[in-house]
């Protein structure tokens, strides 16, 4: 039975870098799987890893494209070390002004794909494997101009603590990593919108170090991987503080950026 490591969201980024931290740490893994929709990203990622690589081109919003997943997982019958579900994007804006087919493929990727993923690699892993689930700072309040993807990073980790209480005895851990801005195509996306996250250059983190951090806590079996003290502290700060209390805040900052750069014209 192969050994593998499945990881979605691997052509960039946090995903990429997992994919290239995992096949220099776990060199006993017969093959790992990288999924996302650009082939040729995931080609290039194939060239600096010397483990045997599957890629899997699919789009994760797509029921029928998980579905297809399912199946090569039932043919091939691997044993799974890991599943790092790392797909994902957010979109910044206001809800009413945003497009309605984005903030659906927002939930379809962050929280169905991510769901189904799990609940179907379980099947295939044994006492020592891992899921890593990528959840965010945003895991642990609501985020002004970005409500649906901290909604969606909520989930993650909510369904994430829970699985991880009910697939323990089975020796399968759930580690959720949750980091602050990282420096990725992450937020060129998530502007994409022509709204500005002003809060993206606080705190920027590398995508090796987040990795480095989450792999660390993973092999110490912890429940939650965050990296950096400063991110620590906001968590700290969000079950301190009423959440009503924080949205106001980040409205005032808004307010006064936004007066600040009127002033700078
Ligand atoms: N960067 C940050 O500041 C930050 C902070 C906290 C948490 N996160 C989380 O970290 C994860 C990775 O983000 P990143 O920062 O590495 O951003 P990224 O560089 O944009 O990577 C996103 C990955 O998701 C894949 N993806 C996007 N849409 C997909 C779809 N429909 N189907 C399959 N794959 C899809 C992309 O591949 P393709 O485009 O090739 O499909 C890419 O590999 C996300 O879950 C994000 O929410 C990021």
Redesign the pocket.
């Known amino acids: 039975m192969k050994k593998i490591a499945l990881i979605?969201?691997?052509?960039?980024?946090?995903?990429?870098?997992f994919a290239l931290q995992i096949s220099k740490c776990y060199q006993k893994l017969d093959e790992i799987w990288l999924?996302?929709?650009?082939k040729e990203?995931?080609i290039q990622v194939e060239e600096e890893i010397s483990i045997p690589i599957k890629i899997i081109e699919?789009?994760?919003?797509?029921q029928e494209?998980i579905q297809s997943i399912k199946e090569l997982l039932y043919k091939e019958q691997p044993q799974i070390r890991f599943l790092v579900?790392?797909?994902?994007?957010?979109k910044v804006g206001e809800v009413t002004r945003m497009k309605e087919e984005e903030q659906l493929?927002m939930i379809?990727?962050?929280c169905i794909?991510l769901t189904f993923l799990s609940k179907e690699c379980i099947k295939y892993m044994k006492s020592g494997s891992h899921i890593v689930n990528?959840?965010?700072?945003?895991s642990f309040f609501p985020v002004l101009h970005f409500a649906v993807?901290a909604a969606t990073?909520a989930y993650v980790l909510s369904f994430s603590r829970a699985l991880r209480s009910e697939i323990k005895r089975r020796g399968i851990s759930v580690t959720t990593?949750?980091?602050?801005?990282?420096?990725?195509?992450?937020?060129?996306?998530a502007e994409k919108t022509g709204y500005q996250a002003w809060y993206?250059d606080c705190f920027?983190?590398q995508?090796q170090k987040v990795v480095e951090k989450a792999l660390d806590d993973i092999k110490k079996g912890r429940e939650l991987s965050i990296y950096r003290g400063e991110i620590r502290t906001l968590r700290v700060f969000a079950k301190l503080f009423p959440h009503r209390f924080i949205l106001w805040g980040m409205e005032w900052i808004e307010n006064f950026s936004k007066r600040k750069n009127q002033n700078n014209l």
């Open positions: 979605t969201g691997a052509s960039s980024g946090i995903g990429k870098e999924i996302a929709r650009r990203r995931l699919s789009d994760l919003t797509k494209e579900n790392c797909a994902g994007f957010g493929d379809r990727l962050n794909a990528m959840g965010s700072i945003a993807y990073k990593v949750c980091p602050g801005p990282v420096n990725t195509d992450f937020f060129h996306i993206k920027l983190a995508p």
